[in-house]
């Protein structure tokens, strides 16, 4: 398939695009893949195009060892696009509960609904078609056509990166601009015509089972004759890298507010983390709190009466990373001997906790609570 864009190929590559003198990288990847690849998953080799669009939203951001189970489950809870179309926003959630990124879950549902009620539960079978979906990059939209109706798209994921920047030595940081079109349209030239959805699969398997980030398998490599990485000895070096990733860190701390045995909830409707999720009345500071001014705090918005609150316990604090964000959770235990009347606030004995989605941070502390 020829590339998109004009960006040129390595120079130590033919201008066939898909040679370095010696060797065919799609024959040896494919040869790897029949002779040696046993990675197991359960969608693999699946063609139902719902299943894979359910698969690659789940593994966006997520290991796969993390992302199995939820795709089993979403797949028993929701066998057919009607089916997660017509369930409520709160199942959905709970069933994505502790996956994180709640965005790819709302535009999941989202995308269920369209094309249940606009395509008659018809998935698009065109790349394009694919890709202007809600929630669907040019990465999920080549794996799904690719995988689905075996046409020639290439996934470029961070698998793909790796696994060409050593092989070849590329310089071009992947994160830039400049770089993602040229390794796109590197992707794009090497590209088994005839076996996309196969090759597709199996550079990503090698990728995340012998090109890995963090001591790759490089003796048993079948391209360790040919990598330049391998041959520089400097395969840590690959691939380069333009930009450091700023984390923001953030101190949260949730009130537990208990009254004759009812927790207060509510749910996080701003714009921000985990929207639409549930959580316990939130204090954000970027230094530590007294006793004293976490009750003034809470007061002030109303959630509960200071004259009738005592603080029982603190937790231990709790990390959650996101890409972009480090959040320190601690939960703070209070009893009340009057019961606030705060618009939005859920009061729930602890056993009717489990019925709701709360972030991930969460999970520990309420197991124990």
């Avoid at 590329?170 to 390794?183: C, E, M, N, R, W």
């Avoid at 004995?349 to 972030?359: S, V």
Wanted: proline share 5%; with cysteine; hydrophobic share 40%.
């Amino acid at each position: 398939m020829t590339p998109k864009t004009s960006v040129p190929v390595p120079k130590n590559m033919k201008k066939s695009g898909s040679e370095i003198p010696g060797f065919s990288f799609s024959r040896l990847l494919l040869k790897w893949n029949r002779d040696q690849n046993r990675r197991e998953m359960p969608w693999k080799g699946e063609k139902d195009p719902y299943k894979i669009w359910l698969s690659e939203i789940i593994l966006q951001q997520t290991r796969v060892e993390q992302g199995w189970k939820y795709y089993n489950d979403f797949v028993r809870n929701f066998p057919t696009i009607h089916d997660l179309a017509r369930a409520s926003d709160e199942k959905v959630l709970k069933c994505w509960e502790g996956l994180g990124y709640y965005s790819r879950c709302r535009n999941l549902l989202a995308t269920a609904r369209f094309i249940s009620s606009e395509l008659s539960g018809h998935f698009p079978d065109q790349y394009e078609a694919i890709l202007s979906l809600k929630g669907v990059g040019p990465y999920t939209a080549a794996a799904i056509s690719s995988f689905a109706y075996n046409l020639p798209h290439a996934v470029v994921d961070g698998n793909v990166f790796r696994v060409l920047a050593r092989v070849y030595g590329i310089s071009q940081p992947s994160d830039s601009t400049a770089g993602k079109k040229y390794f796109t349209a590197l992707a794009e030239k090497l590209l088994d015509q005839d076996q996309p959805g196969l090759y597709n699969q199996a550079i990503m398997d090698f990728g995340a089972t012998i090109c890995k980030p963090i001591a790759p398998l490089c003796t048993s490599c079948v391209f360790k004759k040919y990598c330049k990485a391998y041959q520089e000895d400097n395969i840590a070096a690959y691939p380069v890298k333009e930009k450091k990733i700023r984390v923001t860190k953030r101190n949260f701390y949730f009130l537990v507010l208990e009254y004759k045995g009812q927790i207060a909830i509510r749910q996080r409707m701003e714009k921000d983390i985990w929207q639409g999720l549930f959580e316990f009345p939130l204090l954000e500071s970027s230094a530590a709190i007294s006793d004293k001014a976490l009750i003034r705090q809470a007061a002030t918005h109303q959630w509960l009466h200071a004259d009738s609150a005592l603080i029982q316990s603190f937790s231990p604090w709790y990390k959650q990373q996101l890409t972009h964000q480090l959040i320190n959770g601690q939960f703070v235990r209070i009893r009340l001997k009057k019961k606030p009347a705060v618009p939005g606030f859920l009061w729930l004995i602890k056993k009717e906790l489990k019925r709701y989605a709360f972030p991930r941070l969460f999970r520990e502390y309420l197991e124990a609570l």
